[in-house]
């Protein structure tokens, strides 16, 4: 059974930092993709990064050289290190896994975690 579990949420001011964490299990973590997704109230959920099994990353425009993604496949968990962090960044954020199964990939989501930027 695919679980993503999210931690590392909060209320924090402007400028500030935290890192999320997502803890995977019932797959095979090392290879599949992983990402990160956040949706504001009000919004459509909107990818933030991604990771490849390889290591390759993607961001949107909106997080670059604030965010950085990573992942630690000892471990199975993916991370959001986020910096310089601005009120338009408050959002639920989200645990994406990209798992292989059979010949298809299927999304799997974790709960979530909230991130409230206000000072």
């Known amino acids: 059974q695919v679980q993503l579990v999210e931690s590392g949420g909060g209320l924090v001011q402007p400028g500030g930092s935290l890192r999320l964490s997502c803890a995977a299990s019932g797959f095979t973590f090392s290879n599949s993709p992983m990402g990160w997704y956040r949706q504001a109230p009000g919004k459509e959920r909107e990818l933030v990064a991604i990771i490849t099994s390889r290591g390759y990353t993607k961001y949107a425009d909106s997080v670059k050289g604030r965010f950085t993604i990573s992942r630690d496949n000892a471990k199975n968990t993916v991370y959001l290190e986020m910096n310089s962090l601005l009120p338009d960044d408050t959002a639920v954020y989200y645990c994406?896994?990209?798992?292989?199964?059979?010949?298809?990939?299927?999304?799997?989501w974790g709960q979530g975690t909230q991130v409230t930027v206000s000072s």
């Open positions: 994406n896994a990209g798992v292989q199964i059979g010949t298809n990939i299927r999304q799997f």
